[in-house]
């Protein structure tokens, strides 16, 4: 299957060389301009990689990247402080690539990183003291667990990635559809309803919110005893 690859970048010449090159190679290509732009885009589609600047309008990239889950990233910046490199890379990121760099070197690293994968870290979630294995579709609050259906699980792993954030229903239906072909426009408030009963079991708290009329959020954590 064609790998897809959303370069963020808000240099034109860099992207368009970008897109061109990777084009080239057979990959799928969506780009985006701004660290706003590319959260709006990760709502609706899930790449194979991102390559992601740093100095970025309005979003940086350092405040983009720990919104990605799940998805290898590769940082392409000008920044070359070793300590910045560090503390992306242990933030996250698969690899950190300065510029100016050679096209084949980050061809290269690409196809490692696709190799890869997201790696284990990005099986387990954690925010606001609620933590989501999805290895084993564990969610838990400290020493309380509960067992997930693909389904909670596929649904609260997105709202977790999005904190705080509402989550439009044909969001939610789009972007976990390939994983849980069960979940109907239908059956989506059935399936948030049994989770939001397993999430309130471990604390009490009403983890997720029904947004009338839009969709759901992860609560936050001033919210969800309230």
Known sequence: MTKH????????????????????????????????????????TTPDLVLLDLMLPGLSGERLLPKIGGIPVIVVSAKVDVQDKVDLLLGGAADYVTKPFELRELLARIAVALRQGPGPEAQRLSVAGLALDTDTRTAAVGDKQAHLTRTECAILKLLMLNPAQVITKSTILDRISLDTPDCTEGSLKMHVSNLRKKLRALDGGDWVEAVWGIGFKLRTPEETLQ
């Open 5 to 44: 690859i959303l370069i963020v970048d808000d240099d034109q010449s860099i992207s368009d060389m970008l897109a061109e090159a990777l084009g080239r190679e057979g990959y799928r290509v969506s780009r985006a301009w701004s660290g706003t732009e590319a959260l709006l885009l990760l709502e609706r």
